[in-house]
């Protein structure tokens, strides 16, 4: 899907991500839309999310897992808590870098900024270099700090467009740890995506604490040949040891099966919320 599929004048829409010019989202939000958007960068997750509501910005992009470290828990938790949709995807291929100074070498470099996820996504590239390691909000904005305050000797593992953007020098490329690094990101709006035929639908939906519970909700689909494509579970934080389950899976919430299939599962759950349905990403 991309910005051509919306019904807005594309050099009007606002698109809300969280970090800095040159992070990970914003490159998703040009990948998902077209390069005419208008961007508001955010410092947290949950303000990307009270940007949309708020109606100050059209959409949001925030990523929701990594193929190497998994899943991203603030936004599984705020997706639970807030009204608005998943109406569309993104898969980014992520090549990190290791960013410094214009006058800096690699050989000059004894501290690395970024953010938790990519520090981990390079932990063997780090470890093997011996840099000490500092976590940063974002990767981006790790660049834009060390720029602003003129650090020489630190680097920042971040995108290169964050290096062209702030006008840093690429001491080395494609740093992660394994070449099949993969980020998805969520976009989320007021309004639901309607079909394309080659859709998905996100849940979250608590059972009760007794055995095969899970089992038979997961038979709602099974009887209907629906293809889930990823189940995880968070913790309910109400009780200790109860966790919500948060479900992709293949179609949209427009088709009967699907439909007959939540209904279902509203039957053997606690309680069911349907995060929205959208065309399924193209790497």
Not at 54 to 60: A, L, P, T, V
Not at 120 to 127: E, G, I, R, T, V
Not at 135 to 141: C, I, N, S, V
Not at 217 to 229: M, P, S
Request: glycine share 6%; hydrophobic share 35%; with cysteine.
């Amino acid at each position: 899907m991309s910005g051509k599929n919306f019904y807005y004048n594309l050099d009007e829409v606002k698109v809300s991500f969280q970090g800095e010019r040159g992070a990970y989202s914003e490159e998703a939000a040009y990948k998902f839309f077209g390069n005419k958007i208008k961007l508001k960068p955010c410092k947290e997750f949950s303000e990307v999310f009270e940007s949309v509501d708020s109606s100050e910005s059209d959409y949001g992009i925030v990523p929701v897992e990594n193929s190497l470290e998994g899943i991203v828990n603030q936004t599984y938790d705020l997706l639970l808590s807030s009204s608005l949709k998943i109406c569309g995807e993104i898969i980014l291929r992520i090549v990190h870098c290791l960013i410094g100074h214009p006058t800096a070498d690699i050989n000059s470099i004894k501290v690395v900024y970024s953010h938790p996820q990519a520090l981990a996504q390079c932990k063997n590239f780090l470890k093997k270099l011996g840099f000490k390691v500092v976590p940063y909000f974002d990767t981006a904005g790790s660049v834009k700090m060390i720029k602003e305050e003129n650090i020489y000797d630190a680097a920042a593992i971040a995108g290169k467009r964050a290096a062209e953007i702030y006008q840093m020098k690429v001491l080395l490329e494609g740093i992660e740890d394994q070449p099949n690094n993969y980020t998805r990101f969520f976009v989320l709006s007021k309004h639901d995506s309607p079909p394309t035929g080659d859709d998905k639908t996100s849940i979250v939906f608590s059972v009760k604490h007794v055995p095969g519970a899970l089992y038979h909700a997961l038979e709602e689909f099974a009887v209907r040949n629906i293809n889930l494509t990823k189940i995880e579970s968070r913790p309910t934080r109400i009780a200790p040891w109860e966790y919500n389950f948060y479900l992709d899976f293949e179609g949209h919430i427009s088709e009967e099966r699907c439909r007959n299939a939540i209904e279902g599962l509203k039957s053997k759950s606690l309680f069911v919320k349907i995060l929205g349905s959208y065309p399924k990403a193209k790497p």
